[in-house]
Antibody
Framework: QVQLQESGPGLVKPSQTLSLTCIVS??????????WSWIRQHPGKGLEWIGY???????YYNPSLKSRVTISIDMSKNQFSLKLSSVTAADTAVYYC?????????????WGQGTLVTVSS | QSALTQPASVSGSPGQSITISCTGT?????????VSWYQQHPGKAPKLMIY???NRPSGVSNRFSGSKSGNTASLTISGLQAEDEADYYC???????????FGTGTKVTVL
């Protein structure tokens, strides 16, 4: 199992771009075994897929967020990143990076600790 | 994306068994053995408890077991303990999307 750690600002102003990075340790991000994923959880609510990226660069996004989301991968740094543009208060949530099984994305066996991002002026 | 349906809450006394249901459709739970369950304590990240309907990752107590019948998957916790009090989420592969589905979540209370 890999270990994952999110980093990025905890406060973002409305209309700006939320940017988070996930550092992967204990394994290589160019392993074909995983989708590198972003999932969020609004306060007191359930889990919501944002999307994921495969080491090849293929990406899959939640249709409800697709127009605002970019997930990218940096193999030289063994990390992947999330950008969410034009944020509003509705994007305030805990953001998790995670590794989901390539053969079935519902199996998420490693999670970062999560980082709370608040959208406020 | 539609979420899988779970009861909002389930409770039980220490030592009892409880079962949490996760209802989907023939596009997800009903036709694929790719159902996982996650446990989430307050302020913590979710933890994988069951995958592929019935399999437990290494280190997960055998008090946790999974099953499926038709469009409904279930998680059973036997010998309920105080530490089992948490939120539980199911997840399933779906043929309708490239992203899997999450359940609505169930809060388990140990009385």
């Amino acid at each position: 199992q890999v270990q994952l750690q999110e980093s990025g600002p905890g406060l973002v102003k409305p209309s700006q771009t939320l940017s988070l990075t996930c550092i992967v340790s204990g394994g290589s991000i160019n392993s074909g075994d995983y989708y590198w994923s972003w999932i969020r959880q609004h306060p007191g609510k359930g889990l919501e897929w944002i999307g994921y990226i495969y080491y090849s660069g293929s990406t899959y996004y939640n249709p409800s967020l697709k127009s605002r989301v970019t997930i990218s991968i940096d193999m030289s740094k063994n990390q992947f990143s999330l950008k969410l543009s034009s944020v509003t208060a509705a994007d305030t949530a805990v953001y998790y990076c995670a590794s989901s099984d390539y053969n079935s994305s519902e199996k998420i066996d490693s999670w970062g600790q999560g980082t709370l991002v608040t959208v406020s002026s | 994306q539609s979420a899988l349906t779970q009861p909002a809450s389930v409770s039980g006394s220490p030592g009892q068994s409880i079962t949490i249901s996760c209802t989907g459709t023939s596009s997800d739970v009903g036709n694929y053995n790719y159902v996982s369950w996650y446990q989430q304590h307050p302020g913590k990240a979710p933890k994988l408890m069951i995958y592929e309907v019935t399999n437990r990752p290494s280190g997960v107590s055998n008090r946790f077991s999974g099953s499926k019948s038709g469009n409904t998957a279930s998680l059973t916790i036997s010998g309920l303990q105080a530490e089992d009090e948490a939120d539980y989420y199911c997840s399933s592969y779906t043929s309708s999307s490239t992203l899997s589905l999450f359940g609505t979540g169930t809060k388990v209370t140990v009385l």
